[in-house]
């Protein structure tokens, strides 16, 4: 097991890069069923997660070939319609190449993903879709087991679902007729996807807003995109800066994707200055304020982003208050700050109250999960003294080598080895 080692107390100083993003590479690497020509994702970061959708997509038969921050798919010789849990079980994502396998050859067979520790996370709005394109779903041994053939229909979503809005999509791109997506996801990776799909042939309007509208097409061919910038490692980084008191330039940062974030520092005081190569983040004179925040489908506040802001929250100057509406149980970030000295109460209706202290100090601290683990690395970057942050496997789920880019603004953090 591997672990960050770092000692608190240095503000960021220079250039750290942004690629693109995680939520958006995956479901791409899963479009690439679509077609047998290749497709080559450019601006990429060769994260764990993408290494599991890659291994994935092999068993599927895909070829996949890893360039430099880039990565050509070809789907030419599918034999295989069944996802295994082996692969799964680890990553909630390679549940989305259900969409594309039963869109382009009428069947798949994927194992369920289950819950996870933010959450029970189910799939009904998934199948809902499937079903009313004329799939039958059927659930044996922990798979789901969809056949086609499909045909367009108006689909409504009960609520607003990322993952949902990629798999219909993708299912729908090659099947006969129009299909009409009522209360899409408008996240930027879905509008990326789109404009992939798009670029691969396919009919897609809509993107960016809820309703979407896919004109199937007969046959998509091979593209070539550059991925859409990681916003969630953006925020994350202008947080760092912030608690730091430092003074970085985000490379492929986009200001306009984290809004509701940047919201919150300028009202700290934080400087944030948007150039065609990124995004500066002057926290020189950050003074943090405490404030209410409720999470929110896009445009609203990012679920991905609470775990991190309510480690900024926790050194505010006063009490603030967030409310979780994505996820059921995405606090557990919470006893471990509280383990650095933060004074946080987890209330009832998935709220907590953040009492701001004047410092933290170095603990030893455990990540239960890829945002809650980046909150206690932001701690740590503040605490007095050194903290062990230990499990970062979920951190490298999402945040590419780390301790190299952190350690190049300043930040004394090691990757070292535990027994344990
Ligand atoms: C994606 C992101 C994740 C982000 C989330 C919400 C990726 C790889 N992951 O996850 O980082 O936190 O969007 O922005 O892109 N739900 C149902 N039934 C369903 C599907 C979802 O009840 O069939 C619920 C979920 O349990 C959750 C909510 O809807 O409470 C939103 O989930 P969803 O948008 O589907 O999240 P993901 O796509 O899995």
Redesign the pocket.
Same mark, same amino acid.
């Given at each position: 097991m591997y672990a960050f080692k770092i000692t608190g107390g240095t503000p960021l100083n220079g250039t750290i890069e942004v690629k693109g993003?995680?939520?958006?590479v995956?479901?791409m690497m899963a479009a690439a069923l679509l077609t047998d020509e290749p497709i080559t994702l450019e601006n990429i970061s060769y994260l764990s997660?993408v290494k599991i959708q890659s291994q994935l997509l092999e068993s599927l038969g895909v070829k996949i070939t890893h360039h430099d921050n880039a990565i050509t798919l070809q789907a030419d010789n599918i034999t295989n319609y069944r996802a295994a849990y082996e692969f799964v079980s680890k990553?909630?994502?390679s549940?989305?190449v259900l969409g594309p396998l039963v869109g382009r050859f009428g069947q798949a067979s994927v194992s369920l993903p289950g819950g996870c520790a933010? #959450? *029970?996370?189910?799939?009904?709005?998934?199948?809902?879709a499937l079903e009313s394109m004329g799939a039958s779903v059927d659930i044996e041994n922990g798979y789901v087991i969809a056949k086609g053939p499909l045909h367009g229909a108006d689909v409504s979503f009960?609520?607003?679902?990322? #993952? *949902?809005?990629?798999n219909t999509i993708m299912a729908a791109v090659l099947t006969k007729g129009t299909t009409t997506i009522y209360n899409a996801?408008r996240?930027p990776?879905v509008v990326d996807l789109i404009n992939l799909l798009n670029k691969m042939g396919a009919k897609i309007e809509g993107a960016g807003t809820n309703k979407i509208t896919i004109t199937g097409v007969e046959k998509l061919h091979g593209a070539t995109h550059s991925v859409v910038t990681d916003r969630?490692e953006t925020a994350s980084f202008a947080i760092a800066a912030a608690l730091t008191k430092g003074n970085i330039f985000i490379k492929g940062g986009q200001q306009n994707l984290i809004e509701p974030i940047s919201n919150v520092l300028q009202m700290c005081d934080v400087k944030l200055t948007q150039t065609d190569e990124g995004l500066w983040v002057n926290g020189q004179n950050t003074v943090l304020r405490p404030t209410t925040i409720t999470t929110a489908?896009?445009p609203g506040f990012?679920?991905?982003a609470q775990s991190p802001i309510t480690t900024l929250l926790a050194l505010a100057d006063g009490m603030s208050f967030i409310e979780e509406r994505?996820?059921?149980n995405r606090f557990m970030h919470v006893p471990e700050l509280n383990r650095m000295g933060a004074n946080i109460i987890v209330l009832p209706n998935d709220t907590i109250c953040i009492n701001g202290v004047n410092k933290l100090s170095g603990a030893t601290v455990m990540s239960s999960d890829?945002?809650g683990g980046m909150a206690l690395v932001l701690a740590a970057l503040v605490a007095d003294g050194t903290s062990i942050v230990k499990r970062i496997y979920h951190i490298e789920r999402?945040y590419y080598k780390l301790e190299e880019r952190l350690s190049a603004l300043g930040t004394q953090i090691e990757r070292i080895h535990l027994d344990d």
């Open positions: 993003a995680k939520n958006a995956l479901p997660d990553m909630r994502a549940f989305w933010i #959450g *029970a996370r189910p799939s009904d709005i998934y199948f809902a009960r609520r607003i679902s990322v #993952g *949902a809005t990629h996801a996240e990776e969630i489908e896009y990012p679920t991905d994505i996820y059921e890829l945002r999402g």
